[in-house]
């Protein structure tokens, strides 16, 4: 286990690079069993989460990185997004930046040149703020891996990589390792933590592996409603702690079914969280509403086919009206005839990938 002081590092060899030098990352997206929503300050969650790496879905980015003749006071960096630059993505970063500049202080001795892209069409309404932030974090560690006075352990980068990645999106602390993660302090799970992720200790039973991911997209673009405002609504929210309370049983549930392969307990549980989800978002103060018609026609269809054919394919949302489509990957002919019969929305097919 690490605490935040772990991750404040005193000594770096500066000297070590004096050349530019160029580092490339990827993160994949991930996509919640168990929902995270609601936070306390400092990207705390209320409640710990459970979620799928995903796989074809991720962010890719590189970065040149020089170092600054003379040390500035300002963070200094371009960023590039699928070859423009992107001024509205701007004061995010910058912002990310500042706020992990306590656990690495040495950004502000380079400029940053970073391009980025997405394998997923960034309209596609599909988180891309947990790739996004997850590549960032794997380029400030690899940076700081090459300059740091200390040797550490592999683990340890990878948590604090998962450490600074939720400072910038709290689902980013997810995006780092394969393939069931989980983020968040749980008193009967040894080893959780609210500060960074880590893959979930238990042997996963064969029919999860290899899970498959559709991804109806329902509404492409920007969504209505941020995240963060989302979270926010979740401080004054009647039903709180009654939320609270679930999450924190169905991660201790969700990990049992993982391992002894109840598909029929996956799917209840499953799209019980999206539809939580939903509900708090639909009771809130004010309340708000993401689905659209197309994401409950789909939810309908999904259960009718469930009940005509046995499958064991079923839903869960994040937050917007795109519907992913989980099911085991024996399952994948046919639900690709289904879901082309149902819908003539974009679909994305990614995957669980087992490491
Ligand atoms: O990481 P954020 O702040 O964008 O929040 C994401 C929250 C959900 O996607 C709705 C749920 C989750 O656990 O990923």
């Known amino acids: ?9 005193p ?16 993160a994949p997206s991930n996509i919640a069993l168990v929902k995270y929503w609601g936070k306390y300050p ?6 710990p989460s459970v979620s799928f790496t995903l796989t074809e879905s991720k962010t890719e980015t590189q970065a040149e990185i020089q170092k600054k003749t003379q040390k500035k006071e300002d963070i200094s960096f371009d960023f590039y997004f699928e070859g ?6 701007e004061p995010k970063i910058r912002q990310f930046l500042n706020n992990i500049l306590p656990y690495a202080p040495f950004i502000k001795d380079f400029h940053f040149r970073c391009e980025s892209r997405n394998t997923f069409p960034h309209s596609s309404g599909i988180a891309s703020s947990a790739s996004a932030f997850a590549a960032l974090a794997k380029i400030i560690i690899a940076l700081e891996k090459k300059i740091s006075a200390e040797e550490k352990e592999e683990d340890f980068w990878k948590k604090k990589t998962s450490f600074l990645a939720r400072i910038g999106s709290g689902s980013a602390s997810r995006s780092i390792e394969r393939p069931i993660i989980l983020w968040g302090e749980h008193p009967q799970i040894k080893e959780s933590s609210n500060l960074y992720a880590s893959p979930v200790q238990v042997e996963i ?20 409603v941020s995240s ?17 309370k679930q999450a924190f049983e169905n991660t201790l549930k969700i990990i049992d079914i993982l391992q002894s392969g109840n598909q029929d307990e996956f799917i209840r549980l499953v799209e019980s969280e999206a539809l939580t989800l939903h509900a708090m978002m639909m009771t809130s103060n004010p309340n708000y509403l993401l689905m659209q018609p197309e994401t409950l ?20 949302l994040d937050a917007g009206a795109n ?18 019969s149902i819908t003539d929305k974009e679909i994305l097919d990614d995957y669980v990938k087992m490491n």
Do not use: W
């Open 42 to 47: 400092g990207q705390i969650p209320m409640n």
């Open 228 to 244: 963060s405002a989302g979270h926010q609504l979740m401080n004054a929210h009647p039903y709180k702690d009654m939320r609270q």
């Open 11 to 26: 000594d770096y060899n500066l000297h070590k690079i004096e050349e530019a030098i160029k580092i490339k990352a990827e």
């Open 84 to 89: 423009n630059s992107k001024p509205d993505f």
């Open 1 to 9: 286990m690490y605490s935040e002081k772990d991750f404040i590092s």
């Open 323 to 340: 519907v992913h489509v989980l099911y085991p990957k024996t399952e994948q002919k046919a639900v690709k005839y289904f879901l082309n």
């Open 297 to 316: 026609k789909i939810i309908h269809q999904i259960r009718n086919f469930r009940k005509e054919t046995g499958s064991k394919l079923c839903f869960t």
């Open 205 to 224: 039973h064969p029919v999860f592996q290899d899970y498959r991911d559709s991804i109806v997209l329902v509404e492409k673009g920007q969504k209505k």
